[in-house]
């Protein structure tokens, strides 16, 4: 079943504009994660946070994580073309079973 | 570096026919995964291995078989192929249970 849900299921904004993006979960988790796809590629990891940190950055990249809402929102600064992608949440549960549990994922599209 | 390297990228089969999809690595990785993707459905893990000679069934494992040959190749087969099976497939490695690396997909479609 899925664990994630992102919201919205899609997002059109202007080149240079900030990109919001949320992600609501279900169960406890050991971490979460962001993965950008490209159209026709495979998934691209793009950022990890613990369920004890609550913000993260890289680059232009910024992931909250509230534990007690099981929420995360990914922010995308300063937008670009090759922004344009899907992006999915990816939780880790924990326990016995292994492998991450996706979102269905949000189709981000940038206007030049 | 290759990475994660799947074969074939695209296959049609007909119902009832068979076929293996290849996965293999080369970052060392313990762990390897095969998803499928539908459309509005997500990622959804078929089956996972989380060790050499080790494989466990993931949300979605009926109508498929796999073998983690050796540490670098996880194949996926699909005995009697299905409709329902249409789908992208995708192969992913990691060490322990972070970052997962995945290939570039395979797409299959059942008529």
């Known amino acids: 079943s899925q664990q994630g849900e992102e919201d919205p299921q899609a997002l059109s904004i202007q080149e240079g504009e900030n990109a919001t993006m949320n992600c ?10 962001w993965y950008r796809q490209n159209s026709g590629r495979g998934l691209v990891h793009l950022i990890l946070i613990r369920s004890n940190e609550r913000e993260k950055h890289s680059g232009r990249l910024r ?5 007690s809402k099981k929420s995360s929102s990914l922010l995308i600064t300063a937008s670009r073309a090759a922004d344009t992608a899907s992006y999915f949440c990816a939780t880790d549960a924990g326990g016995g079973a292994d492998g991450l549990t996706f979102g269905k994922g ?3 599209i940038i206007q030049p | 570096n290759a990475g ?3 074969t074939p990228k695209f296959q049609v089969l007909k119902t009832g026919q068979s076929m293996t999809l290849q996965c293999a690595q080369d970052m060392n990785h313990n762990s ?3 998803y499928r993707q539908d459309p509005g459905m997500g990622l959804r893990l078929i089956y996972y291995s989380a060790s050499e000679g080790t494989t466990d069934k993931g949300e979605v494992p009926n109508g498929y078989n796999v073998s983690r040959l050796n540490k670098r190749e996880f194949s996926l087969r699909l005995e009697s192929a299905a409709p329902s099976q249409t789908s992208v497939y995708f192969c992913a490695s990691s060490e322990g249970r972070w970052i997962q690396y995945f290939g570039a997909g395979t797409r299959l479609s059942v008529l």
């Open chain 1, 24 to 33: 609501s979960y279900k169960t406890s988790i050991n971490n979460l994660q």
């Open chain 1, 63 to 67: 992931v909250t994580l509230d534990t």
């Open chain 1, 106 to 108: 949000t189709h981000l």
């Open chain 2, 4 to 6: 994660v390297t799947q």
């Open chain 2, 32 to 34: 390897m995964y095969w």
